[in-house]
């Protein structure tokens, strides 16, 4: 497998156990990673897109993350996700979204 230009976290609060608990998992990440994964195949984008632990920025979930870029993402929604991925697209990043 080919390594993809784009790797994407979204936080889904798992615990050590695998169980999913917490803030990102409440306010509807799992959901929103099947968007992403939805849009980035639409699109044609060359990401990965992998489901994450609590990343520590639990009153700004759901949290995403992309790398290489080091985007940090918070309070993502699918149209965050809209903007998001066209501003990536595009080269930049979106302000209104991103966590200092
Ligand atoms: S549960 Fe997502 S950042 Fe903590």
Redesign the pocket.
């Known amino acids: 497998m080919k390594k993809p230009k784009y790797h994407i976290f979204v ?3 798992f615990r050590l156990t695998g169980e999913p608990q ?4 409440k306010k509807g ?1 799992p959901a929103l990673l099947q968007y992403i994964e939805e849009e980035i195949i639409d699109r044609g984008i060359d990401a990965m897109v992998s489901s ?7 009153e ?4 995403m993350i992309i790398y290489p870029d080091n985007y940090w993402y918070g309070e993502v929604t699918e149209e965050a996700v809209d903007k998001i991925l066209d501003a990536l697209e595009d080269g930049r990043s979106v302000e209104d979204y991103l966590i200092a």
């Open positions: 936080c889904n609060s917490g803030v990102c998992n990440a994450t632990g609590c990343l520590k920025m639990c700004k979930g759901p949290v």
